[in-house]
């Protein structure tokens, strides 16, 4: 294990929001994920196009109450994947750039550090136990 493997998992160690970033960034843009991912939004636009045209074809007010929400869904997820694929390049220069120009925890004094460590604590406890409930 290098220097910089050792100050980086101190680092991820520290890090409050690490299972969050982990979950969504590190695994969400892996090579297999974004495969998953396409295939998905390729998926969710043929539904979106399904939705639609069974709405136009059959349109009464009846149909739109029941259908409505589920294409306004469909559309919002369609779209908010179909951005994630775009801005993927933005999102990992963002994460470089916050990973290379936060402070270190030891710059701020012995009981600074014991503080931001006691809410980092808490911080990851409240997003553990929110992943928990997801999982349930």
Same mark, same amino acid.
């Given at each position: 294990?290098?220097?910089? $493997?050792?100050?980086?998992?101190?680092? %991820?160690?520290? %890090?409050?929001? =690490?299972?969050?970033?982990?979950?969504?960034? %590190? *695994? /969400?843009?892996?090579?297999?994920?974004?495969?998953?991912?396409? *295939?998905?939004?390729? +998926?969710?636009? @043929?539904?979106?196009?399904?939705?639609?045209?069974?709405? &136009?074809? #059959? *349109?009464?007010?009846?149909? @739109? /109450? =029941?259908?409505?929400?589920?294409?306004?869904?469909?559309?919002?997820?369609?779209? +908010?994947?179909?951005?994630?694929?775009?801005?993927?390049? #933005?999102?990992?220069? !963002?994460?470089?750039?916050?990973?290379?120009? @936060?402070?270190? &925890?030891?710059?701020?004094?012995?009981?600074?550090?014991?503080?931001?460590?006691?809410?980092? !604590?808490? =911080?990851?406890?409240? #997003?553990?136990? $929110?992943?928990? @409930?997801?999982?349930?």
């Amino acid at each position: 294990m290098t220097s910089y $493997d050792k100050v980086s998992s101190l680092k %991820d160690f520290i %890090d409050p929001f =690490i299972t969050l970033r982990k979950l969504f960034v %590190d *695994f /969400g843009y892996n090579r297999i994920t974004k495969i998953v991912n396409k *295939f998905c939004l390729l +998926v969710q636009s @043929f539904i979106l196009l399904i939705q639609v045209y069974y709405v &136009i074809n #059959n *349109f009464s007010l009846d149909i @739109f /109450g =029941i259908y409505a929400y589920a294409v306004t869904f469909t559309a919002y997820v369609t779209v +908010v994947m179909l951005i994630s694929i775009i801005q993927e390049q #933005n999102i990992w220069e !963002r994460v470089d750039e916050i990973s290379s120009s @936060f402070w270190s &925890i030891e710059c701020a004094g012995h009981q600074a550090k014991e503080t931001m460590l006691n809410k980092v !604590r808490k =911080i990851k406890i409240l #997003n553990y136990s $929110d992943l928990h @409930f997801l999982e349930v």
